[in-house]
């Protein structure tokens, strides 16, 4: 959802970040597609495809009532989180007789994710946020490491969301939207001061549903809160000093088209990304993310 405003951008930065202040409780950390422990002395051990070859997925058919319940004790409640993440899901938009993707096994804490475990070229970046609008997921690098992974989503068809570079500019605990005073933001990120572009907790249905935003899980808003780095003003705030981290969103959603994921049983690399992939995605924007 959109924060607009016809501020100059610095001033309602400055206004925003102090009334964004909520007064959410953090709450712990949520199920973790990727906690990658990488041997960065074997090069090989990082470029390995990111789901083992005897890992697969399948269906299961929710039934008439208590659905969120019923798939907990499907799948464990120490594996909800990644189930959801997976269907692009909250908890609350489960519906009776919906049909779940579920892994096999969730032995490999990488399985789950569509991105490399590491990506060469980005060894050179601190950090950086990927959003892959083609399978609605983002993953987070660190120099090249992948340390998270999640479902989101992004701006539905007549809203879409812009594929290019942003960066972390600043946030806010609790936004309140300029357009519709309703759209109340948590954990919000703000990625684009004119357009209003931002990450911010909210609801994920299943499909793209935002107002161009970057919809994300609870966990993973607070994660992106706490992880990302705002930009720097300079002491008058007249100017940007140092962007944040960069954001690169590439991709495009098929809205006719079957959910990838849901293909998954079927195929289970229909999502996956190579790191020709990710090399393509970055590299209009090279220069730009390494100038910093």
Known sequence: MKNKSNYFPIVLASFIVVIGVGSFVLHKKGVVFNSPVVNTNDPDSMVKPVIKEDAGYHRVTLGESKVGAELTQIVGKEHLSAVLSLNRLDIKHLQPKQEIIIPDSFDDPFALSS????????????????????????????????????????GKKSTQTPSKLYHTNWKGKLVTSTVDDEWIMPWYFNLENFEGISMHQYELPGYPASHSC???????????????????????KSKVVKN??????????????????????????????????????ISPYWSEITKN
Do not use: C, H
């Open 244 to 281: 944040g981290n960069p954001v690169i969103i590439f991709g495009k959603y098929d809205y006719n088209a079957k959910a990838p994921w849901k293909n998954l049983p079927e195929d289970k690399y229909a999502m996956r990304l190579t790191i020709e992939d990710i090399q393509k995605a």
């Open 115 to 154: 991105f490399p475990r590491y990506v060469p070229d980005l060894a050179s970046i601190p950090k950086i946020i990927l959003v892959d609008q083609r399978i609605q997921e983002f993953g987070v690098y660190e120099n090249g490491s992948l340390v998270r992974s999640g479902g989101v989503s992004t």
């Open 214 to 236: 970057v919809r994300l899980s609870e966990e993973d808003a607070i994660w992106m809160y706490n992880w990302a780095d705002q930009w720097v003003l300079s002491d008058d």
